[in-house]
């Protein structure tokens, strides 16, 4: 059986959620989002703190990701305590009870011809 | 030593010069008369729920909070007499040990029965309506210390007024309540696109007893609940997820548990109304508030009823209400969109946020003179009114005339 793998602190840098979209929602809404594995056998209790470029950070925003399971969790989604501002540089930092893989994407459909960047998460520690 | 006083989102915060916590009706009557023979005034609070300022002042504001439990019920007639500031967590409760139940609830519980009663507030269901209408029987004490009882067969105008009347009657010590025999719901609760939704949405209200949804501005996604007798269960939606379901009894399947605080406004329309312009609203929200507002939208349906203050008065109805934390700024959000729902015909919320004011809410409500005769019968004064309700009133233009 998979044992628990990554780290327990992770930290993206980079946050963007385009304001516009183009094509159909949800699945064309420009979002950002972090895909978060928790491969071990212990559910993951994973926040989430918000950070931006012209006043105080904002959370921490709480989300569960069962055992050996995966959650694809939209930025646009967390609205506890506060739902993320458009149109915002921001970054977030993610911390969780036991060691879990986090990787960023984002999906900008402001024009027709979509843009998806993605990339994995900078673990802090163990 | 006055203290602050900040309701349940944190949006009204003052500091009345007393708090009064009167432990029974004697106290009570003491309290106001001696406030009447002082020229003070009073407003009484129950839960602190509602985020207009109904019961903002720098004066005398009573508690309700030792008027409380079911004090008598008669199964038979379905009927129970309760304390005024009763929460509605705990009647529910209270009442299924005497199996009885509140026909419906809002989508929390936590206001005082009287303050949920003198605001308005409602469930969701085509044919359900709002909570006040259960009123039929009270005892309050009045602007000249009075205290007075009102049955529905005694003063069957009375009674009208009393059902929606923002705590400026008198102070309700006791209310008596029509009720349902304990009942149990099945509740689901399904996510689909918004558009699927509109499609069904004719079908969803006409064959669920408790229907709404929300709508989620940012993934354009709803969540539906629908809830119903455990032995009429309904078939699945085709066009829809199912993401949660419970069964058990009404008052611990209706309500939800919420522990973010947020700001409202909702406005009730005539229920033909409903879908156009909560289209109107929906296309308003996207094009300009989805970046600072991820908070979703409400829609339910409740059925007319003859309260003279009643948003459902003599009109079937849709509600629409809009949404923000209240750690963010609302104004400008709640500000763009009134407009819209005014257009509709909408009646603000008592309780909820919106800017309307005697000349623009005494058009919308036919028996609006009715009541404000009652009302001036009761509390020629003015005791029981602050500078909030004078002007929701119009009292002074009125005194001017």
Known sequence: ?126 | MPTEWTNWSGSLCFTPNTIAVPADEDELVAIVRHAALAGRTVRVVGAGHSSTPLVETSDLLVSLEQFSGVLEHNTAARTATVGAGTRLHALGKQLHAVELALENLGDVDVQAIAGAIGTGIHGSGKTLKILSSQLVGLRMVTASGELVEWTEQEQPEELRAARVALGTLGIFTTVTLQLQPAFQLHRREWCAHVEDALDHLEQLVEQNRNFDFYWYPRSDEAKLRTMNSPEARQPDLAFARLLDEQAGWSHEIIPKQRTLRFDEMEYALPADAGPACFRDIRQRVKAKWRRSVGWRLLYRTSAADDSFLSTNYERSSVTISLHQNNSLPYQAYFADLEPILRAYGGRPHWGKKHTLLAAELRPLYPCWEQFQHIRQRLDPQGLLLNTYLRDLFGIDQEALR
């Open chain 1, 1 to 126: 059986m998979t044992g628990a793998i990554g780290a327990r602190r992770w930290a993206i840098a980079e946050g963007y959620i385009p304001g516009q979209s183009t094509g159909p929602a949800p699945q064309f809404t420009s979002h950002e989002a972090a895909c978060i594995l928790n491969a071990g056998p212990a559910d993951a209790h994973v926040t989430i703190t918000i950070f931006f470029s012209d006043r105080d950070p904002v959370g921490p925003y709480h989300v569960t990701v069962p055992a050996r399971r995966t959650l694809h969790l939209r930025f646009n989604d967390l609205d506890n305590p506060e739902p993320v501002p458009c149109d915002t540089d921001y970054a977030s930092l993610i911390e969780s009870n036991v060691p879990i893989v986090v990787q960023h994407s984002r999906l900008d459909s402001r024009q027709a011809e979509n843009a998806l960047l993605t990339t994995v998460a900078y673990p802090v520690g163990g």
